[in-house]
């Protein structure tokens, strides 16, 4: 199969799932009933993860453009390899752009599925079989042990890193570690800013490395306006997972007399820590935007996204945009086509 019929199906494919989640077809109601499977994929937030990445990455526009920036011969390999990809089970189709990236170089996906997954992955590759049948022999799904595979795509906490390192030394691989999002605030954010930033933090109840957990604020930051633009998301309570951890933090800071903000849905704690737990954002004072600059650099190992408007900022996105990557927003920022095309 040429790269032009892979990039087609694709296409393809984007136009299909955004049929199919309006109609009552097999491939919605799969979208709706993974919440019986993990609570934490609601079918609001798997129907907002599976049509952003259709009308986002599954365009002829936006894969032609992704395609442009590498040599030709990156997705024309001779020698097919098994690329076994473990997929993350914190939000929707988390494992989706390793597929892409797999099948669009021309080698072999070997699924390894997380048992968090709720079926949504088998959902997208029945639909992509339907729309392409050669890509069957392309595609191999478990939930168990994987094999026959040459390379390895592995993404999990920092502990099961280590296991991946260790069992899968001998092989070609890209180990993803934990990573969180940061935010740097002026005080000067327009109520749309903060909004947008609000959607930043909340979606998929903050799970997700690209989700805000923590905030670089000027010393006498007012979050008055912070937490106001926070109520569109106040709904997120009713969630009963979400409130457990809410609650349960709530009650160790007051328990303890830890200082901290509460907005009666979020908690708003100061800590030098990166990655707050659910229900929790963590936030730290700098002095000028050189210390925040400073701040970036040294836990860069940590770091997914930096969202700001200051235009200083380095490396930062637009407020809103942390849930909205492109096609070459590579996670950890390892190019996964590079990789691929170099086995």
Not at 237 to 249: G, M, R, V
Request: glycine residues 6%; negative net charge.
């Amino acid at each position: 199969m040429n790269l032009s019929k892979r990039v087609d199906a694709f296409v393809q494919l984007g136009k299909r799932i955004l049929k199919d989640v309006t109609e009552d077809t097999l491939f919605n109601r799969t979208l709706n009933n993974a919440f019986t499977h993990n609570q934490w994929f609601t079918p609001e937030y798997c129907h907002f993860a599976i049509v952003s990445i259709a009308e986002k990455w599954l365009t002829a526009t936006a894969l032609n453009k992704w395609i442009e920036n590498y040599p030709e011969d990156k997705f024309s390999t001779k020698n097919p390899k098994g690329v076994a990809v473990i997929m993350a089970g914190n939000v929707p189709f988390v494992g989706f752009h390793d597929l892409l990236c797999t099948l669009i170089t021309g080698h072999r996906f070997v699924g390894k599925i997380s048992s968090k997954d709720g079926g949504l992955m088998q959902g997208i590759v029945d639909l992509l079989l339907e729309i392409e049948p050669q890509f069957d022999n392309f595609i191999s799904l478990t939930d168990g042990k994987i094999s026959n595979f040459d390379a390895v795509i592995a993404t999990g906490s920092d502990n099961s890193a280590r296991y991946f390192e260790y069992y899968f030394g001998k092989y070609p691989s890209i180990i993803r570690k934990n990573r969180h999002s940061l935010a740097v605030l002026s005080n000067k954010e327009s109520d749309d800013e903060l909004e947008a930033l609000a959607n930043d933090i909340f979606l998929y109840f903050g799970m997700g490395c690209r989700n805000v957990s923590k905030l670089l604020v000027p010393i006498n930051f007012k979050f008055d306006r912070l937490i106001e633009s926070f109520e569109k998301h106040n709904q997120i309570i009713n969630h009963n997972k979400y409130a457990n951890n809410f609650e349960y933090h709530r009650a160790i800071y007051l328990m303890n007399n830890i200082e901290h903000l509460d907005s009666g849905f979020v908690l708003i704690k100061p800590d030098e820590s990166i990655g707050s737990p659910v229900g929790v954002v963590y936030y730290q004072n700098y002095s000028s935007i050189e210390s925040a600059n400073e701040y970036i650099t040294v836990h860069s190992d940590k770091l997914q996204c930096i969202v700001s408007s200051i235009p200083d900022i380095n490396n930062s996105i637009a407020f809103g945009k942390s849930q909205n990557p492109g096609l070459s927003d590579y996670a950890d920022g390892i190019d996964t086509i590079e990789f691929l095309s170099s086995l």
